[in-house]
């Protein structure tokens, strides 16, 4: 994606959805370059409540870490849960993971609007479980509701994937075996 500066002393700002600290690490140390990034942890799929504050903790630490500003969104899991309803027995990939990437990038849509960030974008295109098209598909969607500029990524290429491992291994980030949600978890 081309990004305008009007002015060149100062980078747009972009509202960085977080799911862990692991898929952050490379997305935000990639896109910092380019712009001034803040991130949100909003992820009211992720199960059971350990799971959330694991990967919560660890986020917060690697904000302190960077010195990012961090804006944490309470968990709804009931709020998923309402969502996906009729969905639960999907395959992983399938529908209920397309309202769980929206519910996510709408709460990002929104707060960036609202703090008046520039653009938004997601970590989660850093997966090799994930499908970054459809995750750019839905956040474009909600861009044009939304009235504010989406980040299309796919962080997992140029080594993304395995970057963002080594640099968890040097932090020592918890590493999850599963998306989040209790329909994932094998």
Known sequence: MDINFINENKKPRLLLHACCAVCTSYPFEYLSDIFETDLLFYNPNIYPEDEYEKRQQDIKRYSEIKKIKLIIVNNDESYFEDRIKGF?????????CRICFSLRLEKTAYMAKELKYDYFATTLTLSPHKNHEIINSVGNK???EYGIAYYESNFKKKDGFKIANKISKKFDFYRQNYCGCKYSIS
């Open 88 to 96: 639960e027995s999907e395959p992983e990939g399938g529908k209920r």
């Open 142 to 144: 909600i861009a044009m």
